[in-house]
Structures are given as C-alpha cells and as structure tokens.
C-alpha cells in the first residue's frame, strides 16, 4: 500500500501550485496584458521610471466621475454658471427657465430660446425683464 505524500499546505501532490494561486496568477497576467493594451492604445509611458506616471493614468481613469451638479433655481441664476449647463436647463428643465432669465450670464440666443420654449413662469419672469430694462 503506498501512503499519499504529504504536502505543504501551499502545494498540491503533483507539485503545481493550488487552483486558488494559480488564478492569482492568471489574474495579474490579465492585469499586466489589459495595461500593456492601455499603454498602445493611449500612448501610456513604457520605461520604469514612468512608473508614477502609469499609475496617474490607471488611477484617472478608474476614479470615480464627479458627482453630478444638482440643478436648482440658485445654479440657474448663477453667473458662474457655465453656459453649457444653461443651455442644458434650457433645454431639458422647464421649471427651471422662468430663472435663466434672472441669470446675468444669459445670452440673447438663450433668452431667445427659453422665450420660444416656455414653461411654468417664464412668460411673467420675461415681462419683469423687460420692464426692468425699460426703467433703465
């Protein structure tokens, strides 16, 4: 009768390294095959010495996005609102373009634009505009 040999407990009887470790391994070479196509498809450093550099990159890209920005009549009365997300609100938020026309930023296209459009509020926020500037 032959006894089974006993083995560590980081072996099998054959020798090879345990199923478990050999997917870690398996792992780190898709790992390193997924950076090496990161690196010709984006142009990504190859020497060592760029090695801070690969990581600046790979952690850029797996960070997480920014928060999206939460529209509110104070983001559409903003001047430092960029003028993109003021077309956006123009665009898809109808409660709020009776405020774009409080915003200072508004261009005419965009007044002209939300005048068009409507919505709830905008006729009178365009009579007070108008009213305002005929004060002045």
Partial sequence: ?????????HTTIDGAPPRRARHRCHARHRADH?????????????????HTADQRYINDMTAPPEPPLVLTP??????DTGEDVLWHIAQHVPELRRWL??????GA???????????????????ILLESLEQE
């Fill in 34 to 50: 997924r950076l090496a196509r990161l690196r010709q498809q984006q142009r990504l450093p190859r020497h060592a010495a760029a």
């Fill in 74 to 79: 104070a983001v559409a009365c903003s001047p």
């Fill in 1 to 9: 009768m032959v006894k089974p040999r006993v083995t560590a407990w």
């Fill in 101 to 106: 026309v409080a915003n200072p930023k508004a």
């Fill in 109 to 127: 296209a965009l007044l002209e634009y939300v005048s068009q459009a409507g919505g709830p509020g905008v006729r009178h926020s365009l009579e």
